[in-house]
Structures are given as C-alpha cells and as structure tokens.
C-alpha cells in the first residue's frame, strides 16, 4: 500500500495528535484515519491474524467499514481526506477478498509475513506421490496417443476417471490437514508463542499449500483430457 502523509505518526491522529490506536477514524475527532505503515489486512478488520474467523461477522465488518470509508461522505472534506477514503476504501475490498475465503486467506497471512514460497522452477510431485504421478503421466501420454490413432479410448478412460477420484480424494485430505493446522497457528497466537514456533507453523502451512497446488493441478489436467473428443 502507498504510503500517505501521517501514516508515520500513527497511532496518533493526524488531526487533534489524540491517540487513534489503528482505528479507521479517530474517536476524539471522527478524522479518517491512514492505516498504520505494514498494517495488514487483519489489521484494517480490527482482527489479530487468526485463520479460523467467523465470515457472517467478517461480512457484517466489511459492510460497516464499506459505509464508514465510502467516499460520498467526503465530498465537501479536504483533498488528504478524500484520497485517504478513496485508498481505505480499495484496500477495504482487496482485504476482504483476501480474508473472506479460507485458503486465501492463509495465502495472504504468509505472503504478508514474507513465508510464502513456491518454486521458480517446475514443480516437483511430493515425494509420496511419486509412483502415482508416474502412472498417471503414463495413462495420459496413452490417452493421447490413442485418441491421435482412433483407438478405443473406453479402458484409458476409465483408468484416468478412477485416478482422477484419487486424487481428487487427496485434495480433500490436504484441506483437512491444512484446516488442522489453521487450528494449532490460532492456538499458538492465543498462548502468545515465539517467532521461532510461528515460523514453523506457517512453514508447514507454505508445504500444504503447494502439495494442494500440484494435486489439483493433477486433477485439472486429468479432467482437461477426459472433456477433449
């Protein structure tokens, strides 16, 4: 985010000097407020950085925030507070497409926390699914081949369906296990732990994110050549 003017004295309101404690708009003299510098999203939600939220209330938040911000109520404000709200209000809608869904919002908390690592070069099939992803790859090549040569493709496609549930089953398991550990990243925030075990937290989370990224590409790539005549 851009910083703006008096971004660097916050908490303090940069109107009456009172203390705004991250607030959208201040409670001494109801200025709308910059963000403070490398707030994140949670932030602007008034929210710590859990990842098992309640939507219903996320929604409700965002609609308040939405209101408050909005920049209608500006039009007769200065020209800081009028970009100010035009700013607060774009970076309210990237937040809560960010936080309202549960796997984005694991991205963005890992992103943000500078955690967020996928590899520049091709992606490597997890080392349990090696023999599997061979087998696969080798019904698709089949796959391709015969439908170049007018064979029957009836057994192939029954073998890549049946992989295709498979696998489609062990993306199902991979959320859950990510869901596990959401779980233990709030429990560690509520028992106030270390950098150091967070970091191992959203370490496991990063590896999660990209078996599930590999898998359902698996699962995409499957279904792609099933729907080709």
Known sequence: MTQTRAESAAPVCWNCKAPANGAQVCPACGKIQPLPSGASYFTLFGQSEKLVIDSDALEQQFHKLSWKLHPDNFVRASEFERNLSLQLSSELNDAYRALRDPLSRVEYLLEHEGM??????????????????????????????????????????????????????????????????????????DSDADRPAREKLMSRMNEILNRRSYIRNLVANVQKELVEE
Do not use: I, M, Y
């Open 116 to 189: 967020r690592k996928e590899g520049t070069t091709k992606q490597q099939a997890p080392p349990e699914l090696l023999e599997e992803v061979f087998e696969l790859n080798e019904s698709l090549d089949e796959l391709r081949e015969a439908r170049e040569s007018g064979d029957d493709l009836g057994e192939l496609r029954r073998r890549l369906e049946s992989a295709q549930r498979d696998f489609q089953e062990k993306l199902e398991e991979v959320d859950s296990e990510l869901d596990r550990v959401r779980g233990e990243w709030d429990a560690a925030l």
